[in-house]
């Protein structure tokens, strides 16, 4: 599981950028308490996707 900061830097983009993603339902999100964290399963598949 990574955080939205994380998934930012690995796109290397901006956080604003991650949330976008997440409420267009195009990333799976896990809530954690307060926390939105992004499994890696996710992040690798619009990897090979090749978009953002």
Same mark, same amino acid.
């Not at 998934?7 to 926390?35: F, H, K, N």
């Given at each position: 599981?990574?955080?939205?900061?994380? +998934?930012?830097?690995?796109?290397?983009?901006?956080? %604003?950028?991650?949330? =976008? @993603? $997440?409420? /267009? #339902?195009?990333?799976?999100?896990?809530? +954690?308490?307060?926390?939105?964290?992004?499994?890696? %399963?996710?992040?690798? =598949? @619009? $990897?090979? /996707? #090749?978009?953002?």
């Amino acid at each position: 599981m990574l955080t939205v900061r994380e +998934v930012a830097e690995e796109l290397a983009v901006c956080r %604003a950028t991650v949330y =976008a @993603l $997440l409420e /267009r #339902g195009e990333r799976e999100r896990v809530w +954690v308490g307060r926390s939105i964290l992004i499994p890696v %399963a996710s992040l690798e =598949a @619009l $990897l090979a /996707r #090749g978009r953002c």
